[in-house]
């Protein structure tokens, strides 16, 4: 599966509340979330992704509460893949549960800039700057991680491997 | 190996485990709330299964935007109860019967030394100062919890932070987790527990213990973890009817960080925007204006920090540019505050009391900041817009500091209102 898109970039830290503000996290229309998705920081972003623009951040990101509607209302932007030097534990674990996919790639930060284009193969495990042409590894999900991907999702590994009471 | 490591291994059949390692672990109790609840619901429900993992493991709290703050709120909350009553889950939590949810489960006995908690709730982490292992995940992992009871857990490495000496004048639990979180940063515990141990520790009550581990995830913890004592155990005897299975450190444990403080060189602390990292003294700052001050939530709205601000607050009144809001954090504590005479002096001192809820804390309803407006607050975290627009500004403090300011209409200690 090959995504193509430009780079959105965002600093160290970014939270939860800013991902999406909790007065909206009544709401559970996915759609609707977006349209707040970074709206503290940046406002009307959901209206500037086009689908399969990706996220390029600094470490820690997604820190903050365990809010699922963070990952979701980022995805439902048109948001596939964020980039960053690190995740927010509670964050990365929602994010690969709702089909987000979050690659820790530290060194590419600094090696890309808010607008750029890239292309992303996931088959193959690479990450190519369109300009540059530089390449970056996806780094491989531990074992256990990437069977709950290969099911699916976590609900469908679980519902195989675990017994039907 | 660790407290954490042990508590994870009694919970996946294994003698050993070593950081890093992912297995599955069986759940003592697994939390939601209005919030992350409704997605959990919806989720279980799509996977068409007719059975929960067990009624008596599930607590839902409705404790965020109640009572309901407009028609979504009520759906959410409509649709946790339905699914509460279908499955006779035994612990639905509302009313007078609830309040803040990491407040209410350790007084309602759900929480025992040995446990280990899962909540689709970052705060979770607060029930480490019982001796529980205790986590937040989101939705969907509770959704798998209801299914199956397991969860996936990757072992963590533990930080110790050992603390020394006497508090003191005005610093409390909140300006020992306070200081940690300034000095390591919001992600210097990232994936860890944190172990807390010392002499200061072992003099701290219950309230005190919650409120550090409470913040633990500030510096991206997963867990923290206070070793169960006679504080802890005096504690559970009351209120849980449980075994508690007490675990220890071994004297080999390995620990990836060790820090030592020594608690009599820490002064009362303020967290400045937009960050819980950004810590001053409160002696530093310069009068800092002041719209709003707030008091309570899963942090500090004890019995115990409603008592420091009653202190602080007899006799006096909130200087006419601030308002006051105080949050007891669950019905229990609002009786007892009651009964003991608390409400009446906030009331005199022109403080609006709260029911107990998160509301205020995450700019959820009740309390919210206009734009350019500044709090001062109890609660946990200062992000950008967490209580409004996102132009305000909130100060994180212990209770006694956010009392003394909502006097002042500053930023200040107690002493500038003529106590010692």
Redesign the interface.
């Given at each position: 599966m090959k995504i193509q898109g430009k780079v959105w970039k965002f600093g160290n830290?970014i939270?939860t509340?800013?991902i999406i503000?909790?007065?909206y996290?009544?709401?559970?229309d996915p759609k609707i979330l977006a349209q707040h998705c970074m709206?503290?920081?940046r406002p009307n972003f959901s209206s500037l992704v086009d689908k399969g623009d990706i996220i390029v951040a600094g470490?820690?990101f997604g820190?903050?509460?365990?809010?699922?509607?963070a990952p979701l209302a980022i995805k439902t932007c048109g948001i596939q893949v964020v980039i960053a030097k690190?995740f927010?534990?509670?964050f990365f674990?929602?994010a690969l549960?709702?089909g987000l996919w979050v690659f820790e790639i530290p060194e590419l930060y600094n090696l890309t800039k808010e607008g750029d284009r890239m292309i992303i193969d996931l088959k193959k495990g690479f990450i190519e700057h369109h300009t540059t042409k530089e390449k970056f590894t996806i780094p491989q999900y531990?074992a256990?991680?990437q069977q709950?991907i290969n099911s699916g999702?976590?609900?469908s590994y679980?519902?195989k491997n675990?017994r039907r009471? | 190996m660790t407290i954490t490591g042990k508590i994870i291994a009694a919970h996946s059949n294994r003698k050993n485990v070593s950081p890093g390692e992912?297995l599955m672990a069986k759940v003592d109790m697994v939390l939601a709330n209005d919030?992350?609840a409704?997605?959990a619901v919806?989720?279980f429900y799509?996977?068409k299964?007719k059975?929960i993992?067990n009624r008596n493991k599930i607590v839902f709290v409705l404790d965020?935007?109640v009572p309901n703050?407009?028609i979504?709120?009520a759906e959410?909350c409509r649709l946790i109860r339905e699914f509460a009553r279908k499955f006779k889950i035994a612990n639905p939590f509302e009313g007078s019967n609830g309040g803040i949810e990491h407040a209410l489960l350790p007084e309602k006995g759900l929480v025992n030394s040995g446990d280990l908690i899962i909540?689709?709730?970052?705060h979770?982490c607060t029930y480490g100062a019982l001796g529980a292992f205790a986590t937040?995940?989101?939705?969907?992992?509770i959704?798998?919890i209801l299914?199956?009871g397991?969860i996936?857990l990757?072992v963590p490495e533990t930080m110790q932070v050992i603390f020394n000496g006497k508090k003191r004048r005005w610093v409390y639990g909140k300006d020992l987790i306070l200081k940690i979180i300034g000095d390591i940063g919001?992600?210097g515990a990232?994936?860890k527990t944190i172990d807390f141990s010392g002499e200061t520790i072992e003099n701290l009550s219950m309230p005190e213990r919650f409120t550090i581990c409470n913040m633990v995830?500030e510096a991206?913890a997963?867990n923290g973890i206070i070793a169960a004592d006679e504080i802890t155990r005096t504690y559970l005897k009351k209120v849980c009817r449980r075994t508690p299975i007490y675990y220890k450190n071994d004297p080999d444990a390995h620990f990836c960080r060790v820090l030592e403080y020594d608690v009599s060189k820490i002064e009362p602390l303020v967290a400045l925007p937009h960050?819980p990292q950004n810590i001053k003294s409160v002696y530093e700052l310069n009068r800092i204006h002041i719209d709003q001050v707030v008091i309570g939530s899963c942090t500090n709205g004890w019995l115990e920090d409603l008592r420091i601000v009653a202190k602080i607050l007899k006799g006096k009144k909130v200087n006419k540019n601030v308002r006051l809001l105080i949050f007891p954090a669950t019905y229990q504590i609002y009786k007892k505050a009651l009964s003991e005479g608390l409400i009446q002096i906030f009331i005199d001192a022109g403080a609006v009391v709260c029911p107990p809820t998160c509301g205020p804390c995450?700019?959820?309803?009740l309390g919210?900041l206009a734009k350019g407006e500044r709090a001062v607050s109890t609660t946990n975290?200062n992000?950008?817009?967490?209580m409004g627009h996102?132009e305000s500004e909130v100060y994180l403090s212990n209770p006694a500091i956010a009392a003394s300011s909502a006097i002042l209409g500053w930023i200040g200690p107690p002493e500038e209102i003529g106590l010692k």
């Open positions: 830290d939270d509340d800013v503000p909790a007065r996290l009544n709401i559970s709206e503290p920081i470490k820690n820190c903050g509460s365990s809010r699922e509607h690190s927010a534990r509670i674990r929602n549960n709702i531990p256990f991680l709950i999702g976590l609900i679980l519902l675990h009471k | 992912f919030i992350t409704p997605l919806k989720e799509a996977t299964r059975k993992f965020h935007h703050k407009d979504n709120s959410n909540g689709a709730d970052s979770t937040g995940v989101g939705s969907t992992d959704a798998g299914l199956t397991e996936w990757k919001v992600d990232h994936y995830i991206g997963k960050s995450l700019g959820g309803h919210i975290r992000f950008i817009g967490r996102p």
